[in-house]
C-alpha cells in the first residue's frame, strides 16, 4: 500500500509556554531529517501540555496528538501502551500484513477462506504485546516489526517512544565482548532497525529518550542517521510561566512574584522550584533569598555530585588583602568593571599563575566576593565511571546556562584539565575539549566567568590559554618586594603589639629572605599569636629559627613561567622588559628543567 504524505506535528502551539526543543524535534521529524532521534538533557522535569505540567512522556504524547499519526509508548518493564483505537488498528494491519492481503480486503477474504487464519494472526499480535512486559528485548523486535508492517499495510504513520533507553541499550565501557547476549540482541536489534534503508526514508520515527547520548551504546548513538535533540534546564521564562500557573491554582491564597522568584532559582528543575513554592505555601510566607539560595545549592549539588563541585562564600574582600596594591588597582579598576558585563564584552575569565604559596587562591577567592556572583568550586569532574564523565559535563554545562551569572572557580587547573594530544585518553580529550569549546562559548560570554588558579601555568594546555578564552588575562601572582612586602611585615608582627617602623625596617633589610612568599608570613603569623614572643629579642630568635621549606629552586621556575606568561605589561615587575629579558628567563628556565625543575 502507498504511504500516505508526512504528517506535520505542532511545532509550538502552547498558549503561555515556549519550548524551542519540542520546535527543533518537530522539524527534524516534519522534514524526514532523521527517522532516529536521541532527546536527552532535563529529561526528569514537568512541561506544560495546556493545561498542567506534567512529566516528558505525558508531554511529548499530549503535543503529538495529530490525525494520522498513532503513538506508541514503550517504558522499561512496562507494556507496549497504545490507545484502544490504535491498538485495533494496527492488529488489523498486522493480520494483514501476516497473512499477505490488504487491510480493506480482510473481511471479504475471512468470508471467502478460513477466518481462523487471521484469528490466529490476531491473537499473535495481542501475545506479542503482553510478551512485551518485562521482556525488553521481545518488545524492541516487535517494535522493529511494527515499522515494517506500518511500510505495507498501514495508512497512518507510527510514532514510538522508548524511554530509558541508556538502560535498555547501556554503553557500558564500549566493548560488546563484556555485554550479556539480551543486551548484545537489542542492540543489534536496534542498530539493524535504524540502519534499515527502507525505514529511514519511511515515514515512521523513532524517539530514544535518554539523560545522555553518550549512556547509549555507541554502535547505535554514532550511527549517522541518528540525530540529538537536548532538553535545556529551565530558563527564566520558564520558570517565571511555571510560578504563575502554581499561584493561580494555589488555594492557600499565597502568591509569588514570578520576576523575583524566577531570577532568584535560576539553577532548579521545576520539580525542584515546585517544592520550594510548596513548602512555602504551607507557612504561609514568601520565598525569601535565603530560601531560595539554598535549594539552588542542594539541586546543583544533588545533580552534579559534592565531590563534583561546591559552592563558596567567601567572606573576604579585596580590602582584607595585605599587599599587592598595584594588582588590586587593576582587578578594581579594569578586571572586575569587565567581568560585570553582561554581553560579548565580558572576559570569559582569567587564569592566575605564580609560585606556590603566592596568595592566588585567596586574593581571587576576594575578586569572586567583590562580584557578587554564584561561586562553583569545580573540584573534580571525572569520574571512574566509562561515560559518567560525559554525563556529568553535560548536565553542568545545563546548569551553567540556567544560571544567570556564575564564577567557575577551579584550583590546581592544571591537573583539573588534561591534554587533547596524541598521549592524552580519549575521555581525558574530549572532556578537555568540550571545557575548551564552553569557555569560547558566544552564548555563554557575559555568564559564566572561568577563574584558574594554577601553579604551573605552562601544563595547561595551549586550547586553553588561547585569546578567546582564560588566555585573554593571564595574571601573575608575585611575592610582594618593596612597600608590599612591609605591608606583609607590619601584618605578620601585628598580633605581637610590638609594630614600629624600626623594626619593620630591620625585618625587611635583615630578619627576612627576599623571597618570602605570602604563605610565609601567615606561618609566622600564626606562630607568634600561638606563642606570642615576651619582647623584640624573642620575636628575632623564632624568626632566625623559622626555615623556609626546600622548595626555592621549585617557586623561581613557577615564577619564571609565570612571568613568561604573562598577558599584561602592566602586571610585571618591570612594564618595560623587553624581549632580551624574556629570552633570558627562557633561558633560565631551561636551565631548571636541565636540573629536573618542573
Not at 101 to 115: N, P, T
Not at 130 to 136: P, T, V
Not at 205 to 215: G, P, T
Not at 498 to 514: H, I, K
Amino acid at each position: 500500500m502507498s504511504q500516505s504524505s508526512p504528517v506535520q506535528l505542532p511545532t509550538n502551539d502552547l498558549p503561555a509556554a515556549s519550548y524551542p526543543f519540542f520546535s527543533q524535534l518537530a522539524r527534524v521529524l516534519n522534514s524526514g531529517q532523521s527517522r532516529s532521534v536521541v532527546l536527552s538533557g532535563n529529561i526528569y522535569d514537568l512541561y506544560f501540555d495546556g493545561k498542567q505540567y506534567v512529566p516528558i512522556l505525558p508531554f511529548l504524547v499530549s503535543k503529538t496528538q495529530v490525525a494520522g499519526l498513532i503513538q506508541v509508548v514503550y517504558e522499561l518493564n512496562g507494556p507496549v501502551r497504545l490507545s484502544d483505537e490504535d491498538r485495533n488498528r494496527l492488529r488489523e494491519a498486522w493480520t494483514a500484513w501476516k497473512n499477505g492481503v490488504a487491510v480493506d480486503a480482510i473481511a471479504m477474504r475471512e468470508v471467502l477462506q478460513d477466518g481462523s487464519r487471521f484469528e490466529l494472526r490476531r491473537r499473535e499480535f495481542d501475545q506479542y504485546l503482553r510478551d512485551a512486559i518485562g521482556n525488553a528485548t521481545q518488545a524492541l523486535e516487535f517494535l522493529r516489526q511494527l515499522t515494517i508492517c506500518s511500510r505495507t499495510c498501514l495508512k497512518e504513520n507510527l510514532l514510538i517512544f522508548i524511554e530509558g533507553a541508556d538502560m535498555l541499550l547501556p554503553a557500558g565501557d564500549g566493548d560488546v565482548a563484556r555485554m550479556n547476549d539480551a543486551q548484545l540482541r537489542r542492540i543489534a536489534i536496534v542498530t539493524d532497525w535504524f540502519s534499515d534503508p527502507a525505514f529511514f526514508s519511511g515515514r515512521d520515527a523513532v524517539v530514544l529518550i535518554a539523560e545522555s547520548r553518550s549512556q547509549i551504546h555507541p554502535r547505535v548513538s554514532r550511527l549517522p542517521q541518528v540525530l540529538s535533540v537536548e532538553i535545556p534546564a529551565p530558563d527564566l521564562a520558564a520558570r517565571q510561566h511555571f510560578i504563575t500557573v502554581h499561584s493561580a491554582a494555589n488555594l492557600s491564597g499565597q502568591k509569588h512574584d514570578p520576576d523575583l522568584v524566577g531570577i532568584a532559582i535560576a539553577g532548579l528543575s521545576l520539580h525542584a522550584m515546585r517544592q520550594l513554592l510548596l513548602s512555602a505555601d504551607y507557612l504561609q510566607k514568601p520565598v525569601t533569598r535565603t530560601d531560595t539560595t539554598k535549594q539552588v545549592e542542594a539541586f546543583i549539588q544533588g545533580q552534579l555530585g559534592e565531590d563534583v563541585i561546591e559552592f563558596k562564600k567567601p567572606m573576604h574582600r579585596l580590602s582584607d588583602c595585605v599587599g599587592f596594591s598595584k594588582l588590586k588597582e587593576f582587578l578594581h579598576s579594569y578586571l572586575i568593571p569587565r567581568m560585570k558585563l553582561p554581553d560579548d564584552r565580558a572576559l570569559p575569565g582569567a587564569a592566575i599563575a605564580g609560585p606556590i604559596g603566592g596568595g592566588k587562591t585567596f586574593i581571587f577567592e576576594a575578586v569572586a566576593a567583590e562580584l557578587d556572583m554564584p561561586v562553583l568550586v569545580l573540584k573534580n569532574i571525572r569520574s571512574q565511571w566509562f561515560g559518567q564523565t560525559d554525563v556529568i559535563f553535560e548536565r553542568l554545562r545545563r546548569v551553567l546556562e540556567a544560571l544567570e551569572k556564575v564564577v567557575i572557580f577551579v584550583d590546581e587547573a592544571d591537573t583539573q584539565f588534561g591534554s587533547v594530544g596524541e598521549g592524552a585518553h580519549e575521555t581525558e580529550r574530549r572532556l578537555t575539549g568540550k571545557i575548551q569549546g564552553m569557555m569560547s562559548d558566544t552564548q555563554l560570554r557575559g555568564k559564566v566567568i572561568w577563574l584558574l588558579m594554577t601553579a604551573r601555568i605552562h601544563l595547561l594546555s595551549p586550547d586553553i590559554r588561547r585569546p578567546g578564552r582564560v588566555g585573554d588575562l593571564i595574571i601573575p601572582i608575585l611575592d610582594p618586594t618593596g612597600e608590599d612586602r612591609k605591608d606583609f611585615i607590619r601584618w605578620m608582627i601585628g598580633p605581637t603589639g610590638m609594630l614600629n617602623e624600626s623594626l619593620v625596617d630591620w625585618l625587611d633589610r635583615e630578619g627576612l629572605e627576599q623571597d618570602y612568599s605570602s604563605a610565609g608570613f601567615a606561618a609566622l603569623r600564626s606562630q607568634f599569636k600561638a606563642i606570642p614572643p615576651k619582647d623584640e629579642e624573642e620575636l628575632k630568635s623564632m624568626i632566625r629559627d623559622f626555615i623556609q621549606p626546600a622548595i626555592k629552586q621549585t617557586r623561581r621556575y613557577q615564577t619564571l613561567q609565570a612571568l613568561v606568561n604573562c598577558t599584561r605589561r602592566s602586571l610585571l615587575p618591570d612594564p618595560n622588559i623587553t624581549e632580551e629579558d624574556r629570552e633570558a628567563m627562557e633561558r633560565e628556565i631551561r636551565a631548571l628543567e636541565l636540573e629536573g625543575i618542573r
